[in-house]
């Protein structure tokens, strides 16, 4: 893979990562969870360099339906009841690693945020842009 970003964790030729994959497509790799508030998730990463997926060539798209559902499988064990997916894009939204990575996030009966999602983002505060 050619391209990597210096610097960045996210693009493997820079050999940055503590983590180890747990999956990989022709495009795409999965790492676990290293965040200890949601130890049963992962992120879905484009092997080539690209800070959203906005940049996504179509072989990467052609490729992500794959990635995604093997991803998916990968929590088959643990008998989720849902999914919570999101994309970071920005520093304004939240994205603090600028090599796009979807979050992939397990959800439960009885967990604590249990009907929480990205609805409340969307929804708190009512701010809107001046056009």
């Known amino acids: 893979m050619t391209g990597a970003v210096p610097e960045c964790r996210f693009c493997l030729e820079n050999r ?10 022709e495009h795409f790799y ?8 949601v130890p049963v998730a992962g992120m879905v990463v484009p092997k080539r360099h690209s800070t959203d997926p906005f940049d996504f060539t179509s072989d990467q798209w052609r490729d992500f339906g794959k990635a995604l ?3 998916k ?11 919570t997916l999101g994309w970071n894009v920005g520093g304004v939204a939240g ?6 990575h979807l979050h992939i996030i397990p959800r439960f009966k ?6 929480v999602g990205i609805r409340r ?11």
């Open 121 to 131: 983002v969307l929804r708190t505060p009512s701010w809107r842009p001046e056009n």
């Open 95 to 100: 994205q603090h690693v600028f090599h796009a």
């Open 69 to 71: 559902n093997a991803a």
């Open 30 to 37: 999965m790492l676990g969870s290293i965040d200890p508030m």
């Open 16 to 25: 940055l990562l503590v983590d180890e994959l747990i999956l990989e497509t």
């Open 73 to 83: 499988a990968h929590f088959d064990d643990k008998a989720p009841d849902g999914f």
């Open 110 to 115: 009885g967990e604590p945020n249990e009907g």
